[in-house]
């Protein structure tokens, strides 16, 4: 699924990681069955593309990563920085 990527957490069937070589702003690669959303998540929660995703799994998916964007910023820093 994510080449060289340190997967941040698993809810819900969603995978929340990103890419070893990823760029800033901070953000968070989201997949799902086969769709995949990206989530800025630096200054705030904003979506940035999304590909496949249906309206509800892309609502749950942005409540997930509001939930834990402590976390994913945490993480970005100790992989990336």
Avoid: T
């Amino acid at each position: 699924m994510f080449s060289s990527m340190p997967v941040v957490f698993e809810k819900d069937g969603f995978r929340f990681g990103f890419y070893s070589n990823d760029h800033r702003p901070i953000h968070v690669h989201v997949r799902k069955a086969g769709a995949e959303a990206i989530f800025d998540v630096e200054d705030r929660v904003e979506l940035r593309e999304s590909h496949g995703f249906k309206v509800r799994d892309l609502a749950r998916a942005e409540e997930l990563v509001e939930e834990n964007r402590n976390s994913i910023i945490k993480a970005w820093h100790e992989h990336l920085d």
